[in-house]
């Protein structure tokens, strides 16, 4: 299985951009790249996911190394609601789709 | 609108006993998954069912049991409860064959004394 890399604890001030890595140099042709988060006391939730091309959506972005190697989540104007535990997981279709979690990054953010 | 609902959401017992969480989702997808968060936040999956067929089980002890009585509901049982089961178990749901995006439920923390 694939493993992803990333910091243990992040911190930002609130309505600042904040840059997320994920390193993953074993990756495969077909392993797609998703970002859960994960909120106190709260299931995980979905952010975003991508293949090769960077993405957006109303929640981050996610820019992808050309590589593939490493991605960073982005989160345009950091909020509090925003501090939680942030998992870079990568899934492959051969396998299930099984995604296999580290330990985040848990991030916090000052108002 | 709950999507994924898991029940109970706190279960505190004792040793030995047998006990069920319940899960439903209400997304229409046809995989589900069952994933344990200890006490040092690993989130490790456990089970998996893709419309009602078991199609990941995990190094989990037998005394755990899922359940899949349809694609909306997919049950854990667990008999003879013992101290390492304490956890936050989470129920999640995706759609195959996209690019499967599992929603979780609330989670139910199980604490066995």
């Known amino acids: 299985d694939a493993k992803t890399t990333q910091p243990n604890s992040m911190e930002s001030n609130e309505e600042e951009p904040v840059h997320l890595p994920c390193n993953h140099s074993t990756i495969s042709g077909t392993d797609y790249i998703h970002w859960y988060r994960q909120l106190p006391s709260q299931g995980p939730e979905y952010v975003i996911h991508g293949l090769t091309s960077n993405v957006n959506n109303r929640m981050a972005s996610l820019a992808i190394a050309e590589d593939r190697k490493s991605s960073t989540l982005i989160l345009h104007r950091a909020t509090l609601r925003d501090a939680a535990v942030y998992y870079c997981i990568l899934s492959n279709a051969g396998n299930n789709r099984k995604l296999i979690w580290g330990l985040g990054t848990s991030l916090a953010v000052n108002p | 609108d709950t999507a994924v609902s898991q029940t109970p959401k706190y279960l505190v017992t004792q040793m030995g006993n047998d006990k069920s969480i319940k899960c439903e989702q209400n997304l229409g997808h046809d995989t589900m998954y069952w994933y344990k968060q200890d006490s040092k936040k690993f989130l490790k999956i456990m089970f998996s069912y893709n419309n009602k067929e078991l199609i990941i089980n995990e190094t989990v002890p037998n005394r755990f049991s899922p359940k899949s009585p349809d694609k909306a509901h997919l049950n854990l049982h667990i008999n003879s409860l013992e101290l390492g089961d304490s956890a936050v178990y989470f129920c999640?749901?995706?759609?195959?064959?996209?690019?499967?995006?599992?929603?979780f439920g609330p989670g139910t923390r199980l604490t066995v004394l």
């Open positions: 999640a749901s995706s759609q195959s064959g996209s690019t499967d995006t599992q929603y």
